[in-house]
Nanobody
Framework: DVQLQASGGGLVQAGGSLRLPCAASGFRFDDYVIGWFRQAPGKEREEVSCIDPSDGSTYYADSVKGRFTISRDNAKNTVYLQMNSLKPEDTAVYYC???????????????WGQGTQVTVSS
């Protein structure tokens, strides 16, 4: 079975940092684009970042550019989202997901993990 498990969320003060791991199993990790999404209360789920295994290409939403860094460790089947300079508006449930092709469209990600809550206090 395909499984994605996001973790690492928590409560942090504005300006702080968190690192979110997404551990994957049940599929050939190298063949899938892994994306991070977030959903704040009352808002739609939005893409934050994604990474392509074939060439290491990355994408970042404008709202997180320069603050968040996505990386992957293929040996550990894990993708990391390093979040620095966190702001209260980053508060959301963060999800990781997998797609068989490069995309930033939420609906094209076929596999999803459970979310992890990130709360940034002001």
């Amino acid at each position: 079975d395909v499984q994605l498990q996001a973790s690492g969320g928590g409560l942090v003060q504005a300006g702080g940092s968190l690192r979110l791991p997404c551990a994957a199993s049940g599929f050939r990790f190298d063949d899938y684009v892994i994306g991070w999404f977030r959903q704040a209360p009352g808002k739609e789920r939005e893409e934050v970042s994604c990474i392509d295994p074939s060439d290491g290409s990355t994408y970042y939403a404008d709202s997180v550019k320069g603050r968040f860094t996505i990386s992957r460790d293929n040996a550990k089947n894990t993708v990391y989202l390093q979040m620095n300079s966190l702001k209260p508006e980053d508060t959301a449930v963060y999800y990781c997901a997998a797609s068989s092709h490069w995309t930033i469209e939420r609906l094209q990600y076929g596999y999803w993990g459970q979310g992890t809550q990130v709360t940034v206090s002001s």
